[in-house]
């Protein structure tokens, strides 16, 4: 009856002439087991070392509640403005000036009122971190999480462009972020108004290559900040040449209107900071103490911070 067909299919039963029958289901597993895994790609690129929270940076600086009062009320003020003109913040600072411990704070504040998008710190010595290979991806995943709709166009994107993460990172920033985002937003998935929107990239001179320091800048200008997408970006870095160039109010200076600059070591009058901070642990330590003067409300003076602040001058 069936002696000259060569395959068809009854129901769910492919048969074939051999008269092996397999059912179709079996076809579909090992279909998928060959098939690309976008979001277990974008996992293998990524550096989870360069995460806020990583384990990597076990114990990362962090502003002691009383320093940097003034530099963190008015970075969280622009961070929660969402209407605020200027949707990137450049701070610059030099060595020391403590412009990762403020970006930590800021990380952990924006991670505990659920606005924080993604964390990249760069680290000269990590070669997962000082380089710009896994930089977007690990911004893309960090973002998909944050959305499972946006997980799955992510990974799409991907599964359709398996070579992405050898592409330059304009195009993998295009592919992986900004693409997937307008396209959850176009099908109302996503709603960009709640979505965590805070990206921050801190110390951004550890990553080598000052050519490499300027691309990112241009791909954050062009992809991020020329289209219209809700985040807030936040950079920190010495004031080396490539972020200098860009904050220049020459034609050059691409990022002179687009971003509101602060320069820590000139703008913030540390002595304010540093004087509340000496106070509130010398009364910690007085607490303790079995010295009654120390114990006394009147220790210390404040003659005796004044001293103190005169000593410790210039290394605010």
């Known amino acids: 009856m069936f002696s000259n067909s060569q395959r068809f299919n009854v129901g769910n039963i492919n048969i074939d002439s051999s008269q092996h029958i397999h059912h179709a289901h079996h076809h579909v597993q090992h279909a998928q087991s060959n098939r690309i895994d976008g ?74 009122s659920n606005s924080l998008g993604s964390a990249f710190f760069f680290s000269a010595g990590d070669p997962t971190r000082n380089t710009l290979s896994y930089i977007v991806p690990t911004i893309a995943c960090q973002l998909g999480l944050r959305h499972s709709a946006l997980r799955d166009t992510i990974a799409k994107a991907i599964e359709q462009d398996p070579l992405i993460f050898k592409k330059k990172i304009k195009i993998q920033m295009d592919t992986l972020v900004v693409i997937p985002f307008k396209q959850v937003c176009a099908s109302g998935e996503l709603d960009r108004d709640t979505f965590p929107h805070v990206i921050l990239i801190d110390g951004l001179d550890e990553c080598s290559g000052e050519e490499n320091q300027a691309e990112l800048l241009s791909t954050i200008k062009h992809c991020l900040l020329d289209n219209d997408l809700p985040f807030r970006i936040f950079i920190a870095s010495r004031p080396e040449w490539a972020i200098r160039s860009a904050l220049d109010s020459n034609p050059e200076g691409y990022y002179y209107r687009l971003a509101y600059h602060i320069q820590l070591s000139d703008k913030y009058d540390a002595t304010a900071d540093i004087r509340r901070y000496l106070w509130r642990r010398l009364r910690d330590i007085g607490s303790r103490s079995r010295d009654r003067r120390a114990q006394s409300h009147l220790w210390p003076t404040e003659e005796d911070i004044e001293k103190l602040l005169a000593a410790a001058s210039g290394h605010g």
């Not at 076990?58 to 949707?87: H, L, N, S, Y």
């Open 39 to 112: 979001w277990r790609m974008l996992l293998e690129n990524i550096a989870s070392n360069a995460l806020h929270d990583s384990s990597a940076r076990f114990d990362p600086p962090k502003c002691d509640e009383d320093t940097r009062v003034e530099a963190i009320g008015e970075i969280m003020d622009w961070i929660q403005d969402r209407d605020a003109p200027k949707r990137l913040l450049c701070l610059t600072g030099a060595a020391g000036a403590g412009k990762s411990a403020l970006q930590q704070t800021i990380a952990d504040r924006c991670s505990d």
